[in-house]
């Protein structure tokens, strides 16, 4: 008798419910008010794809909630351009998250396809099993709902001695660019009027001291990332620099400065695998310390945003003032809504006037060439066009598609913001399993310019006017063996 054999075809049944469920409740919501329905369907989304895609799902999210906030949240910036704009405005973010999805996947693809693959030397000859040569950093699935990559490395961080005086380094170029910033004025955080003492250092700031300054975002990441990461030997004086890190970046009274330092550490925090003398309860602690701190961080910044608003002079301030009181809980709402909503609104307006501003091919995208931009495009200022469209205030928001829109067309954004997306999506993915805690920072700050996209895109500026790449660089520099480096520093 001929054996037979049976294959067993998988239920695919139970995985596919979630996506009709939120299928029928998305065209539901669609089918009771268009706007809604598009912010439904970006938590949905979101929902569905946390378990695997965590990153990309929390920038879902927080789509889904700005557009929530310019439906709900009254607000003094708030008119009709707004709400308008929310389908608009979805598809152009669906894009950018859709092809970040798309990169991930071909970033995947390739990575399976340069796996090893076993030959003579890395088989046993036991039919049973097979040995396959591994690479020298060690990973691991990841198990469960974390929603992290399907293989995370642990990270390995320089020698101690190295890693310290690189941020003592660090430290002292934001000292200096400190000193060249404010030359001897009273900082913007502790000034009567943070607004008006911003828009003078503004106003004396150049290439050079705008440089300087963000050395404190770059040694509070550093910092951070090594005392959630790193061995517990030294960790405290790892906690001291983080504090005095972040002291130094909220010095200008910028919510962004201080989470710049703060949000991507997490992001990678969470990404990286925990050693493996760390017990299951231990790790589970770290991963509280670290959404504790990132709470904190957001909290403190809305909080911040709000009396800032509130000690402000304007007709702008005078509103806020008028509606939300000096209630501190209240005042954070409206800072909140103001940080979720007004970049949408600005867009909403802007795109009403589209048709009056003819393309430029480029030039917003290379705004931060300054006057090499200006000899080859022409003049151009996005916040003067922005400002205009916010009168009576002043909103200096870049928004997400406004730079696209602009140098493009509406179609030309779609393209443009597809192909940003693509190349989100493969950083985001290749660099997930990397062992340099650079690369990791590097993929965690590119997360954040993506999330922080709800607010404004710069897609060029942000990379490149942040002191991020040379000390990214450096510190990808000291985490390799080098013949130059002295022998003190290697221990």
């Known amino acids: 008798m001929t054996p ?7 239920n695919r049944f139970p995985a596919l419910v979630p996506w009709v469920v939120a299928v029928v409740a998305v065209v539901a919501v669609f089918l009771w008010d268009v706007e809604f329905g598009v912010a439904a369907a970006f938590l949905a989304m979101a929902a569905l794809l946390f378990r695997h895609h965590m990153w990309l799902a929390i920038c879902t999210a927080a789509w889904g909630f700005v557009f929530l906030a310019v439906l709900t949240i009254p607000g003094p910036y708030d008119s009709p351009a707004g709400p308008a704009a929310v389908p608009v405005l979805g598809f152009y973010a669906a894009c950018f998250l859709g092809a970040w999805y798309l990169g991930r996947r071909l970033a995947a693809a390739r990575s399976r396809s340069e796996e090893p693959t076993p030959t003579a030397e890395t088989v046993e ?13 060690t990973t691991r699935p990841a198990q469960g709902r974390t929603g992290l990559e399907s293989e995370r490395a642990e990270l390995r961080w320089p020698a101690e001695s190295r890693l310290r005086v690189f941020v003592l380094f ?12 404010f030359r001897g004025d009273v900082p913007p955080l502790f000034a009567d009027n943070p607004d008006a003492a911003r828009e003078a250092v503004r106003l004396r700031s150049n290439l050079i001291t705008g440089l300087f300054s963000e050395f404190w975002g770059i ?3 550093v910092s951070l990332l090594r005392a959630l990461t790193g061995k517990a030997e030294g960790r405290w004086a790892y906690v001291v620099f983080v504090v005095i890190f972040a002291f130094g970046a909220a010095l200008g009274a910028s919510k962004n400065s201080v989470l710049l330092g703060i949000v991507p550490p997490l992001v990678a925090a969470l990404s990286v695998r925990r050693s493996a003398t760390i017990s299951p309860k231990n790790r589970l602690r770290v991963s509280l310390v ?11 910044a809305v909080f911040l945003g709000g009396q800032r608003t509130l000690a402000g002079t304007g007709q702008f301030e005078d509103q806020f003032r008028a509606q939300y009181g000096a209630s501190p809980l209240y005042a954070s709402v409206g800072s909140l809504d103001l940080s979720l909503s007004s970049s949408v609104e600005t867009f ?5 006037v589209r048709e009056q501003h003819p393309p430029t091919w480029g030039r917003y995208t290379i705004t931060f060439t300054g006057s090499v931009g200006e000899r080859l495009f022409g003049p151009a200022d996005l916040y003067a066009i922005t400002a205009g469209l916010s009168k009576p205030f002043y909103m200096n928001t870049a928004t997400f598609v406004a730079i696209p829109l602009l140098d493009y067309g509406p179609i030309g954004a779609v393209i443009f913001l597809g192909l940003l997306g693509l190349s989100v999506g493969v950083i985001d993915r290749r660099l997930a399993s990397a062992w340099s805690p650079a690369h990791h920072l590097t ?7 993506a999330t922080f996209g709800v607010y404004e895109l710069y897609p060029v500026v942000q990379p490149f006017w942040l002191a991020l790449a040379p000390g990214l660089v450096a510190l990808y520099l000291l985490s390799k063996p080098m013949r130059w480096i002295p022998e003190w520093m290697k221990r």
């Open 125 to 137: 000859s036991t039919p049973t099993a097979k040995t396959v040569v591994m690479p020298a950093v």
């Open 348 to 352: 909403g307006r802007l795109w009403e």
């Open 4 to 10: 037979t054999t049976s294959t067993v075809t998988p």
């Open 290 to 300: 670290v959404l504790m701190i990132g709470a904190v961080a957001v909290g403190a």
């Open 170 to 181: 660090l430290l002292l170029l934001a000292v200096i660019g400190a000193a060249l910033k």
């Open 219 to 221: 040694g509070l990441a």
């Open 443 to 449: 993929r965690a700050f590119v997360i954040y310019f």
